[in-house]
């Protein structure tokens, strides 16, 4: 153990609730494979408090990046051993080099801000992919949102005006729009979870 498991945190998005003191489910089998497959970099894209990298560090050499620097202080200080490979930054323009990561996983982070902000860091997630990497990202559905559009921003993408993410943009997607965004070749997997969550394995 790298260090004392998060306390348990459960917030409820309209009908769904998250439990943060855990791993997403999906975030583990993302894991599984990635091992299989033998990828050993691995980026946590958009971590928040860290929330997946203690298990993820387990497995891979685990980077972590957020935009919010107070949970980014957060990770570092429950798991100091990684307070070198965590980062404030933007998911659309990240501070790592070219083909630096064998693999990037962002669960419930790149439909934060506007669509030409998702296709922006889909680009920055293949610029910092080697070419035999592989990606896993969650994607918000447009079906089962009426809680959460708030106010209209473009086709699709929302300010939130109620929940525990009140005031935050998001962009809900349809399963077609994901070929487009990715690149139809790029994707190897994509499908709906149990709370109807888009989960979407790629490859450079
Ligand atoms: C719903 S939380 C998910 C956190 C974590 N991935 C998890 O599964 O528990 C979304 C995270 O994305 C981060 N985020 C939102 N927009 C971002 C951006 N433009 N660049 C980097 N991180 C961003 C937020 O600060 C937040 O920590």
Not at 11 to 24: C, R, T
Not at 59 to 69: E, I, P, S
Not at 88 to 94: F, S
Not at 131 to 147: C, D, H, I, S, Y
Request: proline fraction near 4%; aromatic fraction near 12%.
């Amino acid at each position: 153990m790298l260090e004392k498991p998060f306390k348990t945190m459960k917030l409820q998005f309209g009908d769904k609730i998250y439990d943060y003191s855990k791993p997403e489910p999906e975030v583990v089998k993302a894991a599984e494979y990635l091992c299989q497959q033998g990828k050993q970099v691995v980026l946590d894209l958009g971590c928040g408090a860290g929330r997946h990298l203690l298990y993820l560090a387990q497995k891979f050499k685990v980077y972590g990046l957020d935009k919010d620097q107070d949970l980014i202080k957060k990770a570092a200080s429950n798991l100091p051993k990684l307070r070198d490979k965590l980062r404030v930054g933007n998911m659309t323009a990240t501070p790592y080099g070219d083909q630096f990561f064998d693999a990037v996983i962002a669960n419930q982070v790149i439909y934060h801000g506007t669509k030409a902000q998702m296709s922006q860091t889909i680009k920055e997630i293949y610029r910092i992919l080697k070419p035999k990497g592989l990606f896993f990202v969650t994607l918000q559905p447009r079906e089962g949102q009426a809680w959460r559009l708030g106010k209209l921003v473009e086709p699709w993408t929302y300010v939130t005006s109620a929940g525990p993410d009140k005031g935050d943009t998001h962009h809900f997607v349809y399963r077609k729009e994901i070929d487009g965004l990715f690149g139809k070749k790029h994707l190897i997997s994509v499908y709906q979870d149990n709370r109807n969550d888009w989960c979407v394995y790629g490859k450079k």
